[in-house]
T-cell receptor, first 112, second 112 residues
Framework: DAKTTQPTSMDCAEGRAANLPCNHS???????VYWYRQIHSQGPQYIIH???NNETNEMASLIITEDRKSSTLILPHATLRDTAVYYC?????????????FGKGTKLSVIP | KAGVTQTPRYLIKTRGQQVTLSCSPI?????VSWYQQTPGQGLQFLFE???????NKGNFPGRFSGRQFSNSRSEMNVSTLELGDSALYLC???????????FGQGTRLTVV
């Protein structure tokens, strides 16, 4: 079973910030938080990942709480092309399995 | 840099046949993973290859197999196709094990 909990769906107005939450209360110390998104019928697209510090790249920002039990992906100015299913995934670092375990994700709809 | 290339994009096969799907990773990437996506089960991990060796395998029957070549290109094979094997098959490549995975557009297999 996926170790993360995400809302099934969210709406966001075009041009506004989209804040997508993820709960991962059983996260281990060596697990990273990864975010991917999948636009209809395409392969998942890597967005960002982090361990405990907040991260930002050209696509998004990732805010991880101090206790690491939850995180938020922020798309600062959502566009219609950001409509997709967003997956929050925990991935272990170090030796072992590197597979990505996808849950059901959050379906984000950006509305004009 | 070219992205992950999967061929063919679409395939229709008959029950009982076998099929081979191909994945060319991003240049310089040495790790290749395969995933199956169906409406009912979502995205599920099939296997991971690194340095021509299968490093990890998901919970799929032995009809699903794969290999990786010395140039990191990978193929997966499904023998004795069943209707339930109809799915989007996705390949992801990483520079090395555990780093960000980048997905191809997938091969949509339909078994009739």
């Amino acid at each position: 079973d996926a170790k993360t909990t995400q809302p099934t769906s969210m709406d966001c107005a075009e041009g506004r910030a989209a804040n997508l939450p993820c709960n991962h209360s059983t996260i281990s110390g060596n697990e990273y938080v990864y975010w991917y998104r999948q636009i209809h019928s395409q392969g998942p697209q890597y967005i960002i990942h982090g361990l405990k510090n907040n991260e930002t790249n050209e696509m998004a920002s990732l805010i991880i709480t101090e206790d690491r039990k939850s995180s938020t992906l922020i798309l600062p100015h959502a566009t219609l092309r950001d409509t997709a299913v967003y997956y929050c995934i925990l991935r272990i670092s170090g030796a072992g399995s590197y597979q990505l375990t996808f849950g059901k994700g959050t379906k984000l709809s950006v509305i004009p | 840099k070219a992205g992950v290339t999967q061929t063919p994009r679409y395939l229709i096969k008959t029950r009982g046949q076998q099929v081979t799907l191909s994945c060319s990773p991003i240049s310089g990437h040495r790790s290749v993973s395969w995933y199956q996506q169906t409406p009912g089960q979502g995205l599920q991990f099939l296997f991971e290859y690194f340095s021509e060796t299968q490093r990890n395998k998901g919970n799929f029957p032995g009809r699903f197999s794969g290999r990786q070549f010395s140039n990191s290109r990978s193929e997966m094979n499904v023998s004795t196709l069943e209707l339930g094997d109809s799915a989007l098959y996705l390949c992801a490549s990483s520079e090395t094990r555990g780093t960000e995975a980048f997905f191809g557009q997938g091969t949509r297999l339909t078994v009739v």
